[in-house]
């Protein structure tokens, strides 16, 4: 794809205009985002203590491709599409611990490095050569206690594609390794992924939609920075008022200043840091017109049971998520009337998003267009 049409269609977003609404609602632009975005881009997938011991297996989906994670008997942490090499069945079906990794249909059988191990029968087999059978590979990268997952072998280490990020983030204070899961909680909610991107990255939203957040933070634009991290992540810096109190995950530094930092791992990746734990956003694209989106939060170690207990009661009833998955529907609602015309931003605080925008475009259309992807500041 590419051309004309795609060039003035990224000319029109540099000018503030959205991507068209038929490409939140069309299943061949989903198709297209699955096999050029979701599937060569990097995604937090668990954490982990959810792949405790040698022989502990996690499954996931990205972009429509199974994926297993496990850990080695070395105690490395490795993925693969769970699919067999024999003839497509998945290969792992549950979360149990164990040493290989067996197919369910025809027994076939895998080491926990992928490598085939057995395959029933085939040594009546001459020509059976199963070194070339292992299981596919995918790339994992383990953070302090979050892990990443790409399925592209051929995209760039997680370190070069959010090049920059855990800088940020340590001169923040965030000591990611210090860390552990909390809690968390998960929404299902009918929209296309791009319109959760959308609604996540900007706080213009925030005055009218958000008035409990918006009691906490600081709203006047001139003391809110949006900024571009990289050409695949972005981040905020929003102060919270004075009077705003420590708590669960809130915490005023050595100044006696608590601020919102607010990251996002294009595509599906928020990391967010508030002056004591981290929290992760994690967004999964079920079909074209549904996301699981999980929020989890990551407390220092030792903190107490009783602390954890009232962050996961308070996590369900969070009300600035809950009214975000209300929009988010409303929104995918006026997408699929067919009615919805491209929208059109203010640069000043909704630039993120055209450089997502121009992200999206350039990855499924193939085109190449012009990219600064120089850190820049926008106070909004």
Not at 109 to 136: C, I, M, W
Not at 217 to 237: A, T
């Amino acid at each position: 794809m590419g051309g004309p049409d795609v060039s003035a269609l990224l000319e029109a977003i540099v000018a503030g205009r959205t991507v068209p609404s038929s490409w939140y609602t069309d299943p061949a632009v989903f198709r297209r985002e699955q096999q050029a975005i979701l599937r060569t881009s990097w995604h937090y997938v668990t954490d982990t203590s959810s792949l405790p011991e040698r022989g502990s297996r996690f499954r996931w989906d990205l972009g429509g491709v199974p994926i297993v994670l496990v850990r080695d008997l070395e105690g490395t942490l490795r993925g693969f599409v769970n699919i067999c090499r024999h003839r497509a069945h998945p290969v792992v079906m549950d979360d149990q611990c164990r040493n290989t990794l067996q197919c369910h249909y025809h027994g076939w059988t895998y080491d926990l490095d992928g490598s085939l191990r057995n395959a029933p029968r085939s040594k009546e087999e001459p020509a059976f050569d199963p070194a070339p059978l292992g299981l596919v590979p995918i790339q994992v990268h383990v953070w302090g206690p979050m892990v990443w997952a790409n399925v592209s072998q051929d995209a760039p280490a997680f370190d070069d594609y959010a090049d920059g990020l855990k800088e940020l983030l340590r001169s923040r204070g965030c000591r990611v390794e210090d860390h552990e899961l909390a809690f968390c909680h998960e929404w299902i909610v009918d929209c296309n992924w791009k319109v959760l991107l959308d609604n996540t990255i900007e706080c213009y939203h925030c005055p009218t939609t958000h008035p409990e957040l918006s009691r906490a933070l600081v709203m006047d634009p001139e003391k809110q920075q949006l900024s571009i991290g990289g050409r695949n992540w972005i981040y905020h810096l929003i102060p919270f008022r004075d009077d705003v109190s420590d708590g669960i995950t809130l915490q005023r530094d050595a100044n006696g200043e608590l601020t919102y930092f607010f990251n996002y791992v294009f595509p599906s990746t928020y990391v967010q840091y508030t002056g004591k734990g981290f929290d992760v956003g994690s967004v999964q694209a079920i079909a074209v017109d549904k996301v699981r989106w999980r929020h989890l939060a990551f407390l220092p170690k030792g903190t107490p049971a009783e602390l954890r207990a009232a962050g996961q009661r308070a996590l369900a009833k969070e009300p600035t998520i809950n009214q975000d998955v209300a929009i988010c529907n409303r929104v995918q609602a006026a997408h699929e009337s067919g009615f919805a015309p491209p929208g059109n931003l203010l640069p000043r605080s909704e630039h993120l998003l055209t450089h997502f925008y121009k992200l999206i475009v350039e990855l499924v259309t193939g085109y190449s267009a012009p990219h600064d992807d120089a850190a820049t500041t926008t106070r909004v």
